[in-house]
DNA sequence: GTTATAATACTTGTATACAAGTATACTTAG
DNA sequence: CTAAGTATACTTGTATACAAGTATTATAAC
């Protein structure tokens, strides 16, 4: 029996979430941080007991996870595959591509109100730094790029974030909570990064827009070989999912 | 009480899936082909009476169209959005997006076995013109694009086009099937198409790869309004969902 | 000791039951 | 006739029950 450990994801992030929610955003930081490893079975009743919950959130969550590509739902149980160097990489070929194809779009519309908004979410992430809380660094930081990529309104793209979003999330979440605690410096590079980020936007300068965007994931990705060791470090001596 | 029209969607092509996959295959057929209006509220109630199923699969199926877009889930139902012109375009900006990106990767590795699944795959195709199937046509020709998508092993990409893939197999199997009666003589330009599209693969041909791709698409593109307009009207003699 | 068969304890998928909340419609008071 | 309040018939989210199928384990035969 494996019973009140701590949850990984900010609870006060899923105020109004279903329990099929709260259990999918759960089991996502566990997958990513390493804490359930890649190759455990997850099983519905297992995890019904676990999160004190019937097998019908459960399910729910299985199958939000399972389309982020986390975990493969088999003939018996769930299989947790979750974040290895090559799906890191991936998923910013991904935003990259997004943000790219967003971009050419933007270049072509108004972009003051974007810009003010972007200006914004920058000064609370510079607030977030300051107070040394990650997870609404983390917060800001995400809800930066998705920002940008809502406001050319296509909704297809759209789709590709809000499939990404969830694992991105916790991925930066993790990153960012460690970092504030060793690599404090990473921050303001970040922040700054952004400003050109900005800056691009702003004077729709494309290869600018690039640079920023390339710095930016390069530098997440510098950091992530760090992240990912400490976090299965971590996990070791922590109670598996499986008994 | 509606009861026993037709299914839209093979049902040969359903055999092993579970209640809730089929009435999202099936449910999809009916939104995108207009069957089910844009801006009907679907209840769950309802369409389990309507599809003789519990309310569990209902449930699933309805989560599977909100992630793909084409329903969304509100507090008191699930309003239909469908496809209108603008997410068709958006559809194709997003094939243009991961195609031409795994095409990048494509010119960098042995593309010898791909082209020889792809024109195998072409063989069918046009085997199926021979034989009038429009279904089957529309299969491969999904099939064709996604063989190209596997061969780069990129799971994220994969991820998107997983997504993708239910809402264009419907719209191109309600494409081809009108196309089969009115337009036969799309079918061998539509072949050409991917002729051109294999031998730029073979020859890592990148100009070549988009314009076999844009001709592609733009073709589908023109013929949407027939399509649209035809299969708006012909919803019109139908009984709806909601009474 | 090995193999085959049978029993058991799992698994998922679906149906049903229940609780909490929301919109609608009706009734009643003014 | 209008307005307010209540009752009713919906809605979703979750729990539970059940059926069909699969893997594992134990038992029995050789």
Redesign the pocket.
Known sequence: MTESREFLYPSKWLSKA?????VSYELRMRIISGQIESGTI?????L?ADF??????I??ALKILASENIIR?E????VVIGLSDKEIEEIYDVRLLIESFVFERLVRIDTNELVKELSKILEMMKISIKYGDADEFSYQDVLFHETIIHSVNHSYILMIWNNLKPVMESFILLSMRKRLKDKVEDFTRIISNHELYIEAIRIKDRDLMIKSLHENFDDVQGKVEDLWISQQMLSKGVVQQND
Chains 1, 2 share one sequence.
């Open positions: 279903s329990a099929g929610d709260r997850l099983s519905e009743n297992k019904a004190a919950v019937s097998r019908s959130p399910r729910e739902l003939r018996m149980g769930a």
